[in-house]
């Protein structure tokens, strides 16, 4: 897939910037993965088993305290997908950066499966390749097979429910890796904005970060949004199509030498 001609003089200018900028992160959303055919909980779902169901109400603590087993199956039946997807070359130019540090609002494992370190990722809403014991005084965690997932079990340090390691709705996100994020915002020189229209807090914040110290911020987002409304540059498509043409010949970091 080739950028669209027409945003030649974008890219260039984008191009500059990352030129000029010492420090670069990626700060991703649902749209990297869409390009997989990863659909999102908001997207409309067609399955007729889960169709009925409200995702807000399945993704929440409610949710789970009210019936534990149906919230994992349904998280069962989305794992399934996630098992049948692969990166695109949205996620494989961005793994080629290997000196950048990815901060991602998506649960899914494609970054990884790329080839990026998992260190190096920052998945501030959590990651579907992991439970965690749902009691929060217990740090138990296990490694999950997304194509064998497991039904409703109990923690075996504690006895209490595992759950998806994934923030739902009204939770907080994960505290030591927001901290990381963003204090990695404050020092970055530019800030690669992916395939979210950021509405979402806290996460949205951290653009605000970025453009607090004056750095610079690109967009690639199809669509305009409240992430465009800020950026120096906006690239109007699909992030498989422009990241491979915006990133190539370039070894970025996000962090001083
Ligand atoms: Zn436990």
Not at 114 to 143: S, T
């Amino acid at each position: 897939m080739n950028p669209d001609p027409a945003l030649e003089p974008a890219l260039a200018r984008a191009r500059d910037i990352l030129a000029q900028s010492p420090r670069v992160a990626a700060f991703s959303g649902a749209g990297l993965s869409a390009e997989s055919g990863l659909a999102t909980f908001r997207d409309p779902d067609t399955d007729a088993l889960w169709s009925r169901f409200d995702p807000t109400e399945l993704a929440s603590l409610e949710g789970f305290e009210a019936n534990p087993g149906r919230v994992i199956d349904w998280y069962n039946w989305r794992r399934s997908k996630y098992a049948a997807v692969a990166p695109n070359a949205a996620h494989r130019a961005l793994a080629a950066q290997t000196r950048m540090i990815q901060i991602t609002q998506n649960v899914d494992h494609l970054l990884e499966q790329a080839g990026v370190a998992a260190e190096r990722i920052y998945h501030l809403h959590g990651n579907m390749l992991y439970d965690r014991c749902h009691n929060r005084n217990c740090d138990h965690h296990e490694r999950v097979d997304l194509d064998k997932p497991r039904q409703l079990r109990n923690c075996p340090r504690c006895g209490d429910y595992l759950r998806p390691a994934v923030v739902w709705f009204g939770e907080s996100l994960p505290r030591e890796t927001w901290v990381q994020a963003e204090r990695l915002c404050r020092e970055l020189d530019c800030l690669l904005v992916i395939g979210t229209s950021a509405t979402v807090y806290p996460a949205a914040g951290l653009i605000d970060v970025v453009r607090q110290r004056q750095s610079r911020v690109i967009v690639i987002d199809p669509n305009p949004g409240a992430a465009s409304d800020v950026a120096d540059v906006h690239l109007a498509g699909p992030a498989a199509a422009l990241l491979p043409a915006l990133l190539e010949g370039f070894d970025l970091a996000s962090t001083a030498r």
